[in-house]
Structure formats: structure tokens, C-alpha cells
């Protein structure tokens, strides 16, 4: 009996482990799909004017599943003329000139001086996934509501950096600040 009740609570156990597995996995396969819409659903400064052959840059710092699932999501693919090329950023230090920056939520704590890193006005969309991220610099913040994957956006922030968010976009995020 002992030997049953302790393989039945490792089989939940293990089940648990799974579904969290399998969540997280969507998760990051959202935040990458996400990523590289952007690039049909924000407008930058001068992209239009830009060299077709200069990369558009999305930056991942501090999460390697989803910079591995954001290069599968955009190889071959381009924004505007641009192709896309994803870099991987461990240090804030290694962060370049980039159009969208994910970062990692283990790494938002670093926002204030990855901000000063890009620059304040650079026309980068900063995207995170914790709580509150737009009120520290964040322009898009994947959030879970309703248990589903949804993004949050700040308009002011945006702007603030001469971003255009499309009104697509803003009707499908979850929260426009």
C-alpha cells in the first residue's frame, strides 16, 4: 500500500512537472511568434529610407529558448527589405544597436541601465514579461491573463522612442497605457 500511494504521488508529480513544461514551452514559442510580428506591426524611423541590406536586429537578453525559437520564426524571413538576424545578449554590456530588445524576466531588474545602454530616444521597442515592466521603460510586456498569453502596451513609451504602434496591435493587446 505505502509502495502504491508513493508511485501514485510521483506520477502526479511528474504529471505536474509536464503541464508546467508544456506551458512554459507555449510561452516562449509565443513570445517569438510575437517578436517577429512586431515587425510588420510597429513602424520605425526611417525604415523605408534604410539600406535593404543593413539587418534588422532583434535582441534577446537572458533567455536562450526563446532567442533559439526566435531565430526558427524569422530565418529567411525580413522586416520591410531588412533581413532579420536575432543576437543573443548574456551581459547588458553586449547589448548593440538593436530595433526590438527582449528581455528576459530574471534580467528586468536590469531595465533602468539597459535603457541608458540603448539611450533614452533610440528607436528601440523594449520588450519584457513581468509585472509592471511598463512603468520602468518597457514598450510591449507579455503578461498570463486568463491563463492565456497576452501583451500589454505603453503608447507614451513608444512614442517616446518614435515608434508607431499599429492600431492592430493595440487592439489586440490586452492593456494600452
Known amino acids: 500500500m505505502f509502495f502504491m500511494k508513493k508511485k501514485v504521488f510521483l506520477l502526479i508529480v511528474f504529471l505536474l512537472f509536464i503541464k508546467s513544461f508544456s506551458v512554459n514551452a507555449q510561452e516562449d514559442r509565443f513570445k517569438a511568434i510575437m517578436l517577429y510580428q512586431f515587425t510588420k506591426l510597429v513602424g520605425w524611423p526611417n525604415m523605408q529610407t534604410e539600406n535593404p541590406n543593413t539587418d534588422f536586429i532583434i535582441g534577446i537578453y537572458g533567455d536562450p529558448k526563446v ?97 508607431q504602434i499599429s492600431h492592430q496591435l493595440q487592439k489586440a493587446a490586452i492593456k494600452v497605457i
Request: charged share 20%; aromatic share 12%; glycine share 6%.
Open 67 to 163: 532567442f533559439q525559437l526566435t531565430q526558427y520564426y524569422t530565418k529567411g524571413k525580413k522586416a520591410g527589405a531588412s533581413p532579420i538576424k536575432v543576437e543573443y545578449y548574456t551581459t547588458v554590456k553586449d547589448i548593440n544597436r538593436c530595433q526590438i530588445l527582449y528581455v528576459a524576466y530574471s534580467k528586468t531588474k536590469y531595465l533602468p541601465v539597459i535603457i541608458q545602454r540603448v539611450g533614452q530616444k533610440s528607436p528601440t521597442l523594449i520588450t519584457t514579461s513581468r509585472q509592471g515592466a511598463l512603468k520602468y521603460g518597457s514598450i510591449a510586456n507579455f503578461i498570463i491573463y486568463n491563463e492565456l498569453m497576452k501583451v500589454e502596451l505603453s503608447t507614451t513609451n513608444a512614442q517616446n522612442r518614435k515608434l
